[in-house]
């Protein structure tokens, strides 16, 4: 198994561009998760979704972000339009309705100059 | 609001002594807990968890232990190896009235270093 996939690893975008992060869940996994990790919040869930239908949304900071998850194996972050604040590494995770635990992928660092 | 706290940022031990890592926590209603490692450059990794049914669970060399009256959980590495080195985070979940359980919530890591 490949483990969640995210890409891009790294962007770097300027203020005010529309900025998309892609996640590749595990086959099977029917949670689905975005998080933002920055020094000062550390690791904060932005939102989830189980069986791709948003079920909290109550971490995504404000509108400028908006997550979608179109089928069981594609999930997308956008973030429009972004800002310096925005700079942090992303995290995309997933995991079965039987355990508790996560499988994260790798990760995106977004610089927003 | 922090539900769970790592009120220790760092911690270094020497390669073959004890590492101990802590976690308090303030919500009740959690009844799951979790440990995972972070080298820099990837994803966390889940490490080792514990119900709150349970106050130990061992994985080799790493050791969760649970004091649900303090609500406080540690996580023992023994012996410790540089391998080690990296960030820490705990988290916790528990069961929605439905059965299941949705969220974990990650204190902000603790970061180890074994010096050899």
């Known amino acids: 198994d490949a483990g969640v996939i995210q890409s891009p690893r790294h962007e770097v975008t300027e203020m005010g561009q529309e900025v998309t992060l892609r996640c590749k869940p595990i086959?099977?996994?029917?949670?689905l998760f975005w998080y933002r990790q920055t020094m000062m919040r550390g690791l904060e869930l932005l939102i989830y979704?189980?069986?791709?239908?948003?079920?909290?949304d109550s971490g995504m900071p404000e509108d400028r972000f908006s997550a979608k998850m179109p089928n069981a194996s594609f999930s997308t972050l956008k973030i429009q339009p972004s800002e310096p604040r925005d700079s942090a590494v992303y995290f995309c995770?997933?995991?079965?309705?039987?355990?508790?635990?996560?499988?994260f992928g790798p990760g995106t660092r977004l610089t927003v100059l | 609001d922090q539900q769970v706290k790592q009120n220790s940022p760092s911690l270094s031990v020497q390669e073959g002594r004890i590492s101990i890592l802590n976690c308090d926590y303030t919500?009740?209603?959690?009844?799951?807990f979790l440990w995972y490692k972070k080298y820099p450059a990837e994803g966390p990794t889940f490490l080792i968890s514990?119900?709150?049914?349970?106050d130990k669970n061992e994985d080799g060399r790493f050791t969760v232990f649970l004091n649900k009256s303090a609500k406080h959980l540690s996580l023992h590495i023994v012996p410790s190896q540089p391998g080690d080195s990296a960030v820490y985070f705990c988290?916790?979940?528990?069961?929605?009235?439905?059965?299941?359980?949705?969220?974990?919530?990650f204190g902000k890591g603790t970061k180890l270093t074994v010096n050899p």
């Open positions: 995770a997933s995991r079965t309705s039987f355990h508790n635990e996560q499988f």
């Open positions: 086959s099977g996994h029917d949670y």
């Open positions: 979704f189980n069986n791709n239908v948003p079920i909290d």
């Open positions: 919500n009740s209603m959690f009844d799951y």
């Open positions: 514990i119900s709150s049914i349970k």
């Open positions: 988290a916790a979940s528990w069961k929605l009235t439905t059965g299941g359980s949705e969220k974990l919530v």
